[in-house]
Nanobody, 125 residues
Framework: QVQLVESGGGLVQQGGSLRLSCAASGRTFSSYSMGWFRQAPGKEREFVAAITWSAGSTYYADSVKGRFTISRDNAKNTVYLQMNSLKPEDTGVYYC??????????????????WGQGTQVTVSS
């Protein structure tokens, strides 16, 4: 069992920045990817970004590419999402996820095996 806890969400004006953190605890895996998804009210969950834990290879949704940066601190078992130039359409609940033996591209297409409970991000206009 793996537990994922997100933090760092909040209210920010458009054009502003937020940094989300996701701390992982419990059982870990030798090869896996971690990433972020988001869900707006009345909308389906959508992929945002993911990263391989070993090499740090990244993959981003087109909607956030150039604005968001995913990174990880292996020593802290933590993944981050730096969000810059935020837009109102970025508003939603952001979920951290881990996919054992998965790839960032695979997470974008298939989802993930374990999920956090989410942190709210609200971008005002």
């Amino acid at each position: 069992q793996v537990q994922l806890v997100e933090s760092g969400g909040g209210l920010v004006q458009q054009g502003g920045s937020l940094r989300l953190s996701c701390a992982a605890s419990g059982r870990t895996f030798s090869s896996y990817s971690m990433g972020w998804f988001r869900q707006a009210p009345g909308k389906e969950r959508e992929f945002v970004a993911a990263i391989t834990w070993s090499a740090g290879s990244t993959y981003y949704a087109d909607s956030v590419k150039g604005r968001f940066t995913i990174s990880r601190d292996n020593a802290k078992n933590t993944v981050y999402l730096q969000m810059n130039s935020l837009k109102p359409e970025d508003t939603g609940v952001y979920y951290c996820a881990i996919d054992p033996y998965g790839t960032p591209q695979g997470m974008a297409h298939r989802g993930a095996g374990y999920w956090g409970q989410g942190t709210q991000v609200t971008v005002s206009s």
